[in-house]
């Protein structure tokens, strides 16, 4: 996501790597680790999604671009792998960002599925509004190569719409993580949102509240 590869990109650059050649992937497959302690290439599938890869060039190393192969490869293990063009990858972040910033949180605080959501959280229409309009709003001041391509909130929502669909019967890797008492994902998400947000001047109080419950 947008937060790991800001925070890998910082680490790579204070051990004097510059400008690395970097595979962006993100996908909207359900899966998870069971037992959670045991092989950690142990995966389950419980939802069919799409995976989407996008080669981001690295001036020092040429125009080799492996993305195709490495698509084809996971397209054929199952995966449904596309690879797109990197404005594309960019505002599918942004979309991954909106998706994971609603279902992660509400599916762990009120231990429901995807699909339920709307049941169980009183006020899911609103509060998911409100986060997609946080993150719609950083995304346009933290990305200026993504203006065009993101220029409504439906843009976002309409995506959370399509993850939501593709795993109605799921969780969240966050409700399965604090299911097993484990450290959460929220400050790579709704805290990424937020803290971008300061940078910025842009308040997030809807972000902010999922951070602190």
């Given at each position: 996501?947008?937060?790991?590869?800001?925070?890998?990109?910082?680490?790579?650059?204070?051990?004097?790597?510059?400008?690395?050649?970097?595979?962006?992937?993100?996908?909207?497959?359900?899966?998870?680790?069971?037992?959670?302690?045991?092989?950690?290439?142990?995966?389950?599938?419980?939802?069919?999604?799409?995976?989407?890869?996008?080669?981001?060039?690295?001036?020092?190393?040429?125009?080799?671009?492996?993305?195709?192969?490495?698509?084809?490869?996971?397209?054929?293990?199952?995966?449904?792998?596309?690879?797109?063009?990197?404005?594309?990858?960019?505002?599918?972040?942004?979309?991954?960002?909106?998706?994971?910033?609603?279902?992660?949180?509400?599916?762990?605080?009120?231990?429901?599925?995807?699909?339920?959501?709307?049941?169980?959280?009183?006020?899911?229409?609103?509060?998911r509004e409100q986060v997609v309009q946080e993150v719609f709003q950083v995304?346009?001041?933290?990305?200026?190569?993504?203006?065009?391509?993101?220029?409504?909130?439906?843009?976002?929502?309409?995506?959370?719409?399509?993850?939501?669909?593709?795993?109605?019967?799921?969780?969240?890797?966050?409700?399965?993580?604090?299911?097993?008492?484990l450290r959460t994902e929220i400050d790579n998400l709704n805290g990424y949102?937020?803290?971008?947000?300061?940078?910025?001047?842009?308040?997030?109080?809807?972000?902010?509240?999922?951070?602190?419950?």
């Amino acid at each position: 996501g947008l937060d790991v590869r800001e925070r890998l990109l910082d680490s790579l650059s204070m051990n004097g790597i510059q400008n690395p050649h970097l595979i962006m992937c993100t996908t909207t497959n359900g899966v998870y680790r069971e037992p959670p302690d045991e092989d950690m290439f142990h995966l389950v599938q419980t939802g069919m999604g799409r995976t989407f890869l996008g080669n981001t060039p690295c001036p020092t190393t040429g125009d080799t671009d492996i993305t195709p192969s490495i698509t084809q490869l996971w397209d054929r293990a199952g995966l449904n792998a596309q690879a797109i063009e990197k404005d594309q990858m960019e505002l599918l972040l942004w979309q991954k960002l909106a998706a994971n910033c609603v279902c992660n949180p509400l599916t762990a605080l009120y231990n429901c599925t995807n699909g339920a959501m709307q049941q169980e959280v009183s006020n899911f229409g609103s509060l998911r509004e409100q986060v997609v309009q946080e993150v719609f709003q950083v995304g346009r001041a933290a990305d200026s190569s993504i203006e065009r391509n993101l220029n409504s909130p439906q843009v976002l929502d309409d995506f959370v719409e399509i993850t939501i669909q593709d795993n109605l019967e799921n969780t969240s890797s966050m409700h399965r993580d604090v299911q097993n008492h484990l450290r959460t994902e929220i400050d790579n998400l709704n805290g990424y949102v937020l803290r971008k947000g300061q940078e910025l001047g842009i308040e997030c109080p809807a972000n902010e509240e999922l951070c602190h419950r």
